[in-house]
Nanobody, 123 residues
């Protein structure tokens, strides 16, 4: 599956952004989806994940209660709603897809990645 992320930008601390990731192909609904981020000079880390049918979601502790992941299988799209943004949320955000079930926040299981979209939070 090919992935195209969008929606990043510059936002003030406390603001909101919604990221979108559109997948190509007819098999999107088979994939668990995840959002990851990579800040400058740091390793890529998990942010949120959602199962293939949207029944379960998972969040890293750093974003729990502020970010919401969702998906629309009819539009081949996964979303990341980001509220109450903090300076430390500044990073390039990537969407990713995996077929293997379980370990939804484990980067190693994701085998398809989008190109990334920059999110910059200013004070």
């Amino acid at each position: 599956v090919q992935l195209q992320a969008s929606g990043g930008g510059l936002v003030q601390a406390g603001g909101s952004l919604r990221l979108s990731c559109v997948a190509s192909g007819r098999t999107f609904s088979r994939y668990d989806m995840g959002w990851f981020r990579q800040a400058s000079g740091k390793e890529r880390e998990s942010v949120a994940a959602i199962t293939w049918n949207g029944a379960s979601t998972y969040y890293s502790e750093s974003v729990k209660g502020r970010f919401t992941i969702s998906r629309d299988n009819t539009r081949n799209t996964v979303y990341l709603q980001m509220n109450s943004l903090k300076l430390e949320d500044t990073a390039v955000y990537y969407c990713a897809a995996k077929i293997v079930r379980g370990s939804h926040l484990s980067r190693a299981l994701y085998d398809s990645w989008g190109q990334g979209t920059q999110v910059t939070v200013s004070s």
